[in-house]
T-cell receptor
Framework: EAAVTQSPRNKVTVTGGNVTLSCRQT?????MYWYRQDTGHGLRLIHY???????QIGDVPDGYKATRTTQEDFFLLLELASPSQTSLYFC????????????FGSGTRLTVL | QQKVQQSPESLSVPEGGMASLNCTSS?????YFWWYRQHSGEGPKALM?????GDKKEGRFTAHLNKASLHVSLHIRDSQPSDSALYFC??????????????FGEGTQVTVIS
């Protein structure tokens, strides 16, 4: 089964703080995604990428930057964290094609005080 | 308005019983549907996909898709305690072979009561 590893597992920061969430997949998948999960909203797409150096804007991108440095690594950056960004963040990857399945990591719980 | 809406929000089912989950899309471009399952403390995992009208069965799980009404359902037969989880419906349109972003519903929390 596809392996997607996220770090850290938990993160606490203060309003205005700088946060980087990391994701690595070891299955040579082309596509990687960042989602946030909030009760009542399900999973919402923040940013995604087709490959190293590529970045696509998702549905809720405000306040977030992302960077895909290699095929394996995808980072989510919060440069001025706000309490509204307190959430559970998931990274996912998938192979190319129209019928692909997403493989999710275990998540990072971020709290912004 | 959420493009993918699920009902009910939560569902309790006795062990060995049948659980039925519903999902409706408001976007006629959506042609591909998935069900994902998330156990507490874990990431979501794909349960099954359905792309054609009709039923698709995988073990104790049966999905049904009606593209005309943009409705997809999931039925869990002989429910087990391990089926207790948050279930998401997800959908996307035809992106011509490129990976398209999935749109998820709000989720249905299923609790199997022993």
């Amino acid at each position: 089964e596809a392996a997607v590893t996220q770090s850290p597992r938990n993160k606490v920061t203060v309003t205005g703080g700088n946060v980087t969430l990391s994701c690595r997949q070891t299955n040579s998948h082309n596509y990687m995604y960042w989602y946030r999960q909030d009760t009542g909203h399900g999973l919402r797409l923040i940013h995604y990428s087709y490959g190293a150096g590529n970045l696509q804007i998702g549905d809720v991108p405000d306040g977030y930057k992302a960077t895909r440095t290699t095929q394996e690594d995808f980072f989510l950056l919060l440069e001025l964290a706000s309490p509204s960004q307190t959430s559970l963040y998931f990274c996912a990857s998938s192979d190319a094609g129209s019928a692909e399945t997403l493989y999710f990591g275990s998540g990072t719980r971020l709290t912004v005080l | 308005q959420q493009k993918v809406q699920q009902s009910p929000e939560s569902l309790s089912v006795p062990e060995g019983g049948m659980a039925s989950l519903n999902c409706t899309s408001s976007d006629r471009n959506f042609q591909y549907f998935w069900w994902y399952r998330q156990h507490s403390g874990e990431g979501p995992k794909a349960l099954m996909s359905i792309f054609s009208d009709g039923d698709k069965k995988e073990g104790r799980f049966t999905a049904h898709l009606n593209k005309a009404s943009l409705h997809v359902s999931l039925h869990i037969r002989d429910s087990q305690p391990s089926d207790s989880a948050l279930y998401f419906c997800a959908a996307r349109g035809n992106t011509g072979g490129l990976s398209g972003k999935l749109t998820f519903g709000e989720g249905t929390q299923v609790t199997v009561i022993s």
